[in-house]
Protein backbone atom coordinates (compact mmCIF):
# COMPACT_ATOMS: atom_id res chain seq x y z
CA UNK A 1 0.00 0.00 0.00
CA UNK A 2 1.50 3.31 -1.02
CA UNK A 3 2.14 5.89 1.96
CA UNK A 4 2.70 9.11 1.97
CA UNK A 5 3.34 11.09 4.76
CA UNK A 6 4.00 14.99 5.03
CA UNK A 7 5.32 17.02 7.61
CA UNK A 8 7.00 20.20 8.48
CA UNK A 9 4.13 22.45 8.27
CA UNK A 10 3.27 25.71 10.53
CA UNK A 11 2.84 28.98 11.13
CA UNK A 12 5.33 31.59 9.34
CA UNK A 13 5.97 35.37 9.18
CA UNK A 14 6.24 36.46 5.71
CA UNK A 15 9.25 36.87 4.19
CA UNK A 16 10.13 33.62 6.06
CA UNK A 17 11.19 29.82 5.70
CA UNK A 18 9.79 26.70 6.03
CA UNK A 19 11.41 23.22 4.58
CA UNK A 20 8.57 20.44 3.96
CA UNK A 21 9.19 16.82 4.08
CA UNK A 22 6.99 13.48 2.81
CA UNK A 23 8.01 10.18 3.88
CA UNK A 24 7.10 7.47 0.89
CA UNK A 25 6.59 3.81 1.46
CA UNK A 26 4.61 1.18 -0.34
CA UNK A 27 6.90 1.94 -4.05
CA UNK A 28 9.24 2.00 -5.18
CA UNK A 29 10.33 5.55 -4.80
CA UNK A 30 13.64 5.97 -7.03
CA UNK A 31 11.63 5.45 -10.48
CA UNK A 32 8.93 7.74 -10.54
CA UNK A 33 8.32 11.55 -10.67
CA UNK A 34 7.11 13.08 -7.54
CA UNK A 35 5.07 16.19 -7.39
CA UNK A 36 3.87 18.96 -4.20
CA UNK A 37 0.28 20.08 -4.62
CA UNK A 38 -1.74 23.07 -2.43
CA UNK A 39 -4.60 23.65 -1.68
CA UNK A 40 -5.32 26.97 -0.44
CA UNK A 41 -8.80 27.82 1.97
CA UNK A 42 -11.62 27.76 -0.41
CA UNK A 43 -9.49 27.63 -3.58
CA UNK A 44 -9.22 24.42 -6.09
CA UNK A 45 -6.06 22.66 -5.49
CA UNK A 46 -2.99 23.64 -7.71
CA UNK A 47 0.23 21.90 -8.76
CA UNK A 48 3.24 23.52 -7.11
CA UNK A 49 6.29 21.40 -8.22
CA UNK A 50 7.26 18.40 -9.73
CA UNK A 51 11.11 16.62 -9.54
CA UNK A 52 12.40 13.31 -12.03
CA UNK A 53 13.01 9.87 -10.35
CA UNK A 54 17.29 10.93 -10.43
CA UNK A 55 16.82 14.58 -9.15
CA UNK A 56 17.79 15.69 -12.72
CA UNK A 57 15.33 17.53 -13.54
CA UNK A 58 12.54 19.90 -11.71
CA UNK A 59 9.19 21.98 -12.76
CA UNK A 60 7.45 24.78 -10.95
CA UNK A 61 4.27 26.93 -11.05
CA UNK A 62 5.14 30.20 -11.77
CA UNK A 63 3.95 32.07 -8.77
CA UNK A 64 6.39 29.81 -6.94
CA UNK A 65 9.48 29.76 -8.97
CA UNK A 66 12.62 31.80 -7.58
CA UNK A 67 11.33 30.92 -3.80
CA UNK A 68 10.67 26.95 -3.74
CA UNK A 69 12.89 24.28 -4.38
CA UNK A 70 12.00 20.53 -4.37
CA UNK A 71 14.32 18.16 -3.96
CA UNK A 72 14.08 14.09 -3.35
CA UNK A 73 16.94 11.79 -1.16
CA UNK A 74 16.12 8.32 -2.98
CA UNK A 75 18.27 6.52 -0.34
CA UNK A 76 15.58 7.54 1.96
CA UNK A 77 12.67 7.44 0.23
CA UNK A 78 11.93 11.40 1.19
CA UNK A 79 10.78 14.57 -0.74
CA UNK A 80 11.25 18.00 0.23
CA UNK A 81 9.91 21.25 -0.89
CA UNK A 82 12.31 24.13 0.92
CA UNK A 83 9.97 27.30 0.55
CA UNK A 84 11.42 31.11 1.41
CA UNK A 85 10.48 34.67 0.87
CA UNK A 86 6.77 32.88 1.87
CA UNK A 87 3.73 34.71 1.36
CA UNK A 88 0.49 35.20 2.65
CA UNK A 89 -0.66 33.70 -0.25
CA UNK A 90 1.20 30.67 -0.16
CA UNK A 91 -0.93 29.72 2.84
CA UNK A 92 -2.35 26.43 1.85
CA UNK A 93 -2.46 23.00 2.50
CA UNK A 94 0.36 21.37 0.74
CA UNK A 95 0.00 17.59 -0.50
CA UNK A 96 3.21 15.35 -1.55
CA UNK A 97 1.34 13.30 -4.31
CA UNK A 98 2.48 10.34 -6.46
CA UNK A 99 0.44 9.74 -10.02
CA UNK A 100 -2.91 9.33 -8.20
CA UNK A 101 -1.81 8.79 -4.35
CA UNK A 102 -1.78 11.90 -2.43
CA UNK A 103 -0.81 12.25 1.21
CA UNK A 104 -3.14 13.68 4.73
CA UNK A 105 -1.29 17.07 3.87
CA UNK A 106 0.43 19.29 6.22
CA UNK A 107 -0.98 23.50 6.44
CA UNK A 108 1.26 26.12 5.82
CA UNK A 109 0.05 29.34 7.58
CA UNK A 110 1.74 32.74 6.39
CA UNK A 111 0.97 35.11 8.97
CA UNK A 112 2.28 38.25 10.99
CA UNK B 1 4.50 22.64 -19.36
CA UNK B 2 1.61 20.96 -20.16
CA UNK B 3 -1.94 22.91 -18.98
CA UNK B 4 -5.09 21.45 -18.71
CA UNK B 5 -8.18 22.89 -20.49
CA UNK B 6 -11.35 21.67 -18.62
CA UNK B 7 -14.76 22.16 -19.69
CA UNK B 8 -17.57 23.30 -18.79
CA UNK B 9 -16.61 25.39 -15.63
CA UNK B 10 -20.09 24.91 -14.45
CA UNK B 11 -22.69 22.40 -15.39
CA UNK B 12 -26.21 22.26 -14.70
CA UNK B 13 -28.34 18.79 -13.93
CA UNK B 14 -30.91 16.62 -12.88
CA UNK B 15 -30.57 13.80 -10.75
CA UNK B 16 -30.56 10.64 -13.32
CA UNK B 17 -29.07 12.65 -16.22
CA UNK B 18 -26.06 11.53 -17.91
CA UNK B 19 -23.52 14.31 -17.56
CA UNK B 20 -19.84 14.66 -19.70
CA UNK B 21 -16.74 16.77 -18.52
CA UNK B 22 -14.13 17.37 -20.67
CA UNK B 23 -10.11 17.94 -20.31
CA UNK B 24 -7.88 18.86 -23.31
CA UNK B 25 -4.23 18.89 -23.21
CA UNK B 26 -1.81 20.73 -25.23
CA UNK B 27 0.56 18.24 -25.91
CA UNK B 28 0.20 14.57 -25.83
CA UNK B 29 0.23 12.81 -22.32
CA UNK B 30 -0.95 9.20 -23.29
CA UNK B 31 -3.05 7.93 -20.45
CA UNK B 32 -1.34 9.71 -17.74
CA UNK B 33 -4.37 11.69 -16.36
CA UNK B 34 -6.41 11.47 -12.99
CA UNK B 35 -9.78 12.94 -12.13
CA UNK B 36 -10.93 14.01 -8.78
CA UNK B 37 -14.46 14.85 -7.18
CA UNK B 38 -13.87 17.71 -4.47
CA UNK B 39 -16.67 18.49 -2.08
CA UNK B 40 -16.54 21.80 0.27
CA UNK B 41 -13.80 21.07 3.45
CA UNK B 42 -12.55 18.38 2.13
CA UNK B 43 -9.46 17.18 -0.25
CA UNK B 44 -9.93 15.99 -3.66
CA UNK B 45 -11.39 12.36 -3.83
CA UNK B 46 -9.30 10.26 -7.08
CA UNK B 47 -12.05 9.00 -9.17
CA UNK B 48 -10.62 7.76 -11.83
CA UNK B 49 -6.44 6.79 -12.41
CA UNK B 50 -4.57 6.33 -16.20
CA UNK B 51 -7.44 7.91 -17.70
CA UNK B 52 -9.71 5.06 -17.58
CA UNK B 53 -9.03 3.00 -14.40
CA UNK B 54 -11.97 3.15 -11.90
CA UNK B 55 -10.43 3.94 -8.16
CA UNK B 56 -11.57 1.09 -5.78
CA UNK B 57 -14.90 1.68 -4.05
CA UNK B 58 -15.77 4.27 -6.55
CA UNK B 59 -19.14 3.49 -8.00
CA UNK B 60 -19.58 2.35 -11.19
CA UNK B 61 -21.80 5.35 -13.07
CA UNK B 62 -18.05 6.79 -13.30
CA UNK B 63 -15.74 6.23 -16.36
CA UNK B 64 -13.42 7.96 -18.21
CA UNK B 65 -11.87 7.30 -21.28
CA UNK B 66 -9.62 8.97 -23.40
CA UNK B 67 -5.79 9.15 -24.39
CA UNK B 68 -3.55 11.77 -26.23
CA UNK B 69 -4.86 15.15 -25.85
CA UNK B 70 -8.77 14.75 -25.13
CA UNK B 71 -10.41 13.15 -21.82
CA UNK B 72 -13.45 12.73 -20.85
CA UNK B 73 -15.35 11.73 -17.44
CA UNK B 74 -18.44 10.36 -17.70
CA UNK B 75 -21.23 10.22 -14.86
CA UNK B 76 -23.53 7.97 -16.56
CA UNK B 77 -27.05 8.77 -13.82
CA UNK B 78 -26.22 11.98 -12.11
CA UNK B 79 -26.64 11.03 -7.58
CA UNK B 80 -27.61 13.75 -5.32
CA UNK B 81 -23.76 12.46 -3.81
CA UNK B 82 -22.42 13.70 -7.21
CA UNK B 83 -23.01 17.55 -6.95
CA UNK B 84 -19.49 18.67 -6.63
CA UNK B 85 -16.71 20.30 -8.60
CA UNK B 86 -14.49 17.87 -10.58
CA UNK B 87 -10.91 18.10 -11.87
CA UNK B 88 -8.71 16.71 -14.10
CA UNK B 89 -4.98 16.46 -13.69
CA UNK B 90 -2.23 15.50 -15.54
CA UNK B 91 0.05 13.31 -13.23
CA UNK B 92 2.52 15.46 -10.84
CA UNK B 93 1.50 18.24 -12.92
CA UNK B 94 -1.29 20.94 -13.89
CA UNK B 95 -4.79 20.62 -12.47
CA UNK B 96 -7.98 22.08 -14.94
CA UNK B 97 -9.68 24.53 -14.17
CA UNK B 98 -12.86 22.15 -12.08
CA UNK B 99 -16.09 21.86 -13.61
CA UNK B 100 -18.58 22.27 -10.80
CA UNK B 101 -21.93 20.23 -11.15
CA UNK B 102 -25.21 21.74 -9.62
CA UNK B 103 -28.31 21.26 -9.40
CA UNK B 104 -31.25 22.69 -12.08
Known amino acids: EVQLVESGGGLVQPGGSLRLSCAASGLTFSIYWMSWVRQAPGKGPEWVANIKPDGSATNYVDSVKGRFTISRDNAENSLYLQMSSLRADDTAVYYCVFNQYWGRGTLVTVSS | ?104
Open chain 2, 1 to 104: DIQMTQSPSILSASVGDRVTITCRARQNINTWLAWYQQKPGNAPKVLIYEASSLESGVPSRFSGSGSGTEFTLTISSLQPDDFATYYCQQFNSYFGGGTKVEIK
